[in-house]
């Protein structure tokens, strides 16, 4: 073979390799975006109700490259269901919550707060922006539990947003997931829209902060108030631990998945009932 057809050669044999590889590697793995998740229980007590906290992180490369997150897909862990916790006994309106803002739904539909993170990239530099979220019980549809997402933002970009979730079965070894879309959000004139970079839930009330709520209940005829449990942890640890997993979308039609898993109680084995042990309400989760 000569020196030219060598030079020929080789950018054709590059070509078939980079084509090969777009078949066999998943799209994920090339797209620009990845994700990580991270989830939490409060208190980590097998058979009791418990507040579960999840996050996720979009890490864009090169960071300047964010792209707005467009759906999430949040399951969760087996016999771990909404419906049976102690969550969303009222049901909030999407027309009240857009004309009034969460005053606007009644506090027995409140089921979880958090905080969202959005990127902008303006000039060379990144502006973040953080806004609050809270999470709605709403009128169940076609057969299916139906959410309500409220996000409300001051500074740099005015925003106050409803979009529905609704509740979906999964497989195994999940047993429900969380679905939504997520609209997209103009920021600055000339600038791209706004992208999520961080994102923190708690379904259902913390102790104390932020995230803390009440119910109300009638009790002899007057009305008394109280901090509703939350999903109910299973009386079993699955083998290896709670899993749970997450599914992004974004608007240049590339994905992501994450994974994370939630250890079983100190002195709980995998696949065995919880037994009581001395000090047990003094562990950290």
């Known amino acids: 073979m000569t020196q030219a057809q060598t030079r020929l050669v080789r950018p054709i044999l590059a070509a078939i390799a980079a084509a090969i590889l777009s078949t066999l590697l998943p799209a994920d793995s090339m797209a620009a975006q990845s994700a990580s998740l991270t989830a939490s229980f409060r208190p980590d007590e097998l058979g009791a109700p418990a507040t579960i906290s999840v996050a996720f992180r979009i890490i864009s490369n090169p960071p300047s490259s964010q792209t707005p997150l467009r759906s999430v897909g949040l399951e969760l862990p087996s016999e771990m269901g909404i419906a049976t916790s102690g969550l969303g006994l009222g049901n909030c309106l999407i027309s009240r919550l857009e004309a009034l803002g969460s005053k606007g739904c009644p506090a027995d539909s409140l089921m979880g707060r958090g905080t969202a993170t959005a990127e902008i990239p303006i000039g060379g530099e990144v502006i ?58 103009p920021s600055l004139p000339g600038a791209p829209d706004v992208a999520v970079t961080r994102f923190q839930m708690a379904l259902g009330a913390t102790s104390r902060g932020p995230g803390h709520f009440v119910y109300y209940r009638r009790v002899h005829g007057r009305r008394v108030p109280y901090t509703p449990s939350g999903l109910l942890l299973p009386s079993r640890c699955p083998r290896g631990g709670f899993p749970f997993a997450a599914h992004f979308a974004f608007e240049d039609q590339t994905t992501a998945t994450a994974h994370t898993t939630v250890a079983c109680p100190r002195g709980v084995h995998s696949g065995h009932r919880q037994r009581p042990q001395l000090g047990e309400g003094d562990r950290s989760p």
Do not use: C
């Open 128 to 185: 973040a922006e953080s806004a609050r979220v809270e999470l709605f019980s709403a009128p169940v549809q076609s057969g299916r539990l139906a959410l309500l997402v409220y996000a409300s933002a001051e500074s740099p970009v005015f925003a106050q947003l409803v979009f529905p979730a609704i509740v979906v079965p999964a497989a195994r070894p999940y047993s429900e997931g969380i679905e939504t879309s997520v609209p997209l959000v």
